[in-house]
Nanobody, 123 residues
Framework: QVQLVESGGGTVQAGDSLRLSCAAS????????MGWFRQAPGKEREFVAT????????RYADSVKGRFTVSRDNGKNALFLQMNSLKPEDTAVYYC????????????????WGQGTQVTVSS
């Protein structure tokens, strides 16, 4: 098993940047592909980005492509999400997730979830 803890959320203005981090403990994070999801009030949790075990393959939601970058440091058991040019519609709770099968954009493919970190973008 792996435990995930997100950090780095906050309140920023439109156009600003934030970097989210996810610390993994327990089984080494390199055993899992990992991803970021987000959930805005009253909406379903949606895919944001995912990265393969070795970090060579990434996928992004169309809404964040070109603005967000997912990366990982397996030596530190850490996952990151660099968010640039933030928009008010990026406001949500952001969740880190880990899966043991294969890289996926589907929420149901992930086995472990963090508690989330709030990101609020004001206009």
């Amino acid at each position: 098993q792996v435990q995930l803890v997100e950090s780095g959320g906050g309140t920023v203005q439109a156009g600003d940047s934030l970097r989210l981090s996810c610390a993994a403990s327990g089984r080494t994070s390199s055993s899992y592909y990992m991803g970021w999801f987000r959930q805005a009030p009253g909406k379903e949790r949606e895919f944001v980005a995912t990265i393969s075990r070795g970090g060579l393959t990434t996928r992004y939601a169309d809404s964040v492509k070109g603005r967000f970058t997912v990366s990982r440091d397996n030596g530190k058991n850490a996952l990151f999400l660099q968010m640039n040019s933030l928009k008010p519609e990026d406001t949500a709770v952001y969740y880190c997730a880990a899966g043991s099968q294969y890289i996926s954009i589907m929420r149901s493919s992930y086995d472990y979830w963090g508690q989330g970190t709030q990101v609020t973008v004001s206009s």
